[in-house]
Nanobody, 125 residues
Framework: QARLVESGGGLVQAGDSLRLSCEAS????????MGWFRQTPGKEREFVAS????????DYSASVQGRFTISRDNAKNTVTLEMNNLKSEDTAIYFC??????????????????WGQGTQVTVSP
């Protein structure tokens, strides 16, 4: 079964930056859109950012627009989430996600085809 593997989570202070990476070698950009979601205890998983295949179109939630950047390195088969000016409310488990085949952008967590295992991001005030 194809897998997504996240890395790069950790503990930082408010205002710091952090980069999350997702290894997605089994999800070619010609077929799969990719995204990042996050979840905190007691809450539903929420959309953070998404990018489609080769065109490089991106989409962000309002809460991270202007602070986070999603990018895809098709040569290295990785999807990166660059997070700047982190806030305590960004604390969550972050999940890499792949769309179903030929789906395109993903924003609704119920439409995600494959999830990564998650990586914890903690932002101290």
């Amino acid at each position: 079964q194809a897998r997504l593997v996240e890395s790069g989570g950790g503990l930082v202070q408010a205002g710091d930056s952090l980069r999350l990476s997702c290894e997605a070698s089994e999800f070619p950009p010609t077929i799969y859109g990719m995204g990042w979601f996050r979840q905190t205890p007691g809450k539903e998983r929420e959309f953070v950012a998404s990018t489609n295949g080769l065109a490089g179109t991106t989409d962000y939630s309002a809460s991270v627009q202007g602070r986070f950047t999603i990018s895809r390195d098709n040569a290295k088969n990785t999807v990166t989430l660059e997070m700047n000016n982190l806030k305590s409310e960004d604390t969550a488990i972050y999940f890499c996600a792949a769309s179903p085949p030929y789906w395109g952008m993903i924003r609704d967590p119920t439409t995600v085809g494959t999830w990564g295992q998650g990586t914890q991001v903690t932002v101290s005030p």
